[in-house]
Nanobody, 126 residues
Framework: QVHLEESGGGLVQAGDSLRLSCTASGRAFSRNAMGWFRQAPGKEREFVASIQFHGGFTYYSDSVKGRFTVSRDSAKNTVYLRMNNLKPEDSAVYFC???????????????????WGKGTLVTVSS
């Protein structure tokens, strides 16, 4: 059984940084891509970033491009989301997700994904 677990959320001030982690267990994602999404209260879930485990190709939403960096450690089956210059509008529950099949990083945003973590809360105060 595949399990994704996020960690690293917290309460920070605007301009601060955080690094989120998502560790997968139950299978290796060495040929796959994984993504980060977020959902703020009263809003729909939105795509944030994705990464291809093989080759490290990355893809970002326009709202975080240049501030967030997604990376992976294949040996640990873990993806990270480094968030710099955080803004109050970045406050949300952040989820990692992955497909059962093989998708490219650019496909994560638009495809239905099979595995989701429970999320980690990020709150940015102004």
């Amino acid at each position: 059984q595949v399990h994704l677990e996020e960690s690293g959320g917290g309460l920070v001030q605007a301009g601060d940084s955080l690094r989120l982690s998502c560790t997968a267990s139950g299978r290796a994602f060495s040929r796959n891509a994984m993504g980060w999404f977020r959902q703020a209260p009263g809003k729909e879930r939105e795509f944030v970033a994705s990464i291809q485990f093989h080759g490290g190709f990355t893809y970002y939403s326009d709202s975080v491009k240049g501030r967030f960096t997604v990376s992976r450690d294949s040996a640990k089956n873990t993806v990270y989301l480094r968030m710099n210059n955080l803004k109050p509008e970045d406050s949300a529950v952040y989820f990692c997700a992955a497909p059962e099949g093989v998708l490219g990083a650019y496909e994560i945003e638009s495809h239905s994904l099979d595995y989701w973590g429970k999320g980690t809360l990020v709150t940015v105060s102004s």
